[in-house]
């Protein structure tokens, strides 16, 4: 089965550079989210979006956006970068109004490193 | 406002014996409860879940949890264990407000030895 695509993989950018993450959800999935892993923590939900529209938002930095387009992809845009950026970004996507079906299925991740 | 206390940072048993890894939460409205694994350099796999009816679920892999509301756990139990059960497990909250959003426990490293 078709899971979450999340581009690239790994990535590496200097302190105060933008770096742009994408993701891909799952066929017929409407619903993406974002969450930030840093290094040995749990996942913190950043935002997420539902039909192309800011659903929630979490502990998202002013210097981070993001967006889901008309094919229900959703990029992540991070701008003057610091160290403490560095960490795994997830996206999860799931199919709203499903109810209690609403389950979020992860990407594999992208490793951000900021040097 | 919700959160997910999982207290053991570490769990090491040896291979074949039955483990326990601990999940309690708090919120104040109802919730959803998900175990996810992350195994070493992947993302998160969901393992199980409790939306509602029967408060134990079960994994294909083994793996079950229940959910006790008096108590406000979600512990996830296996009679024993595989070398390849070695991961990161994180216990994690849905509100059934309007957020959608998971919030994550500390996660717990299970180590299984040989």
């Known amino acids: 089965a078709a899971g979450v695509i999340q581009s690239p993989r790994h990535l590496i950018k200097e302190k105060r550079e933008t770096a742009t993450l994408k993701c891909y959800p799952i066929?017929?999935?409407?619903?993406v989210y974002w969450y930030q892993q840093g290094p040995g923590q749990d996942p913190q939900f950043l935002i997420s979006?539902?039909?192309?529209?800011?659903?929630d938002k979490g502990s998202i930095p002013d210097r981070f956006s993001a967006q889901q387009f008309s094919d229900y992809h959703s990029e992540l845009n991070m701008s003057s970068l610091e160290l403490g950026d560095s960490a795994l970004y997830f996206c999860?996507?799931?199919?709203?109004?499903?109810?209690?079906?609403?389950?979020?299925?992860f990407g594999p991740g992208t490793r951000l490193t900021v040097l | 406002a919700q959160s997910v206390t999982q207290l053991d940072s570490q769990v090491p048993v040896f291979e074949e014996a039955p483990v326990e890894l601990r999940c309690n939460y708090s919120?104040?409205?109802?919730?959803?409860l998900f175990w996810y694994v992350q195994y070493p350099n992947q993302g998160l796999q969901l393992l199980l879940k409790?939306?509602?009816?029967?408060?134990l679920v079960e994994s294909i892999n083994g793996f079950e949890a229940e959910f006790n509301k008096s108590q406000t756990s979600f512990h996830l139990r296996k009679p024993s264990v595989h070398i390849s059960d070695t991961a990161e497990y994180f216990c994690?909250?849905?509100?059934?407000?309007?957020?959608?959003?998971?919030?994550f426990g500390s996660g717990t490293r299970l180590l299984v030895r040989p």
């Open positions: 066929p017929r999935h409407d619903t």
């Open positions: 994690a909250v849905c509100p059934m407000d309007s957020s959608y959003k998971l919030i």
């Open positions: 979006f539902y039909e192309k529209m800011q659903s």
């Open positions: 409790y939306l509602s009816g029967s408060t």
């Open positions: 999860a996507s799931s199919l709203r109004g499903q109810g209690p079906t609403d389950t979020q299925y």
């Open positions: 919120s104040s409205v109802s919730v959803y």
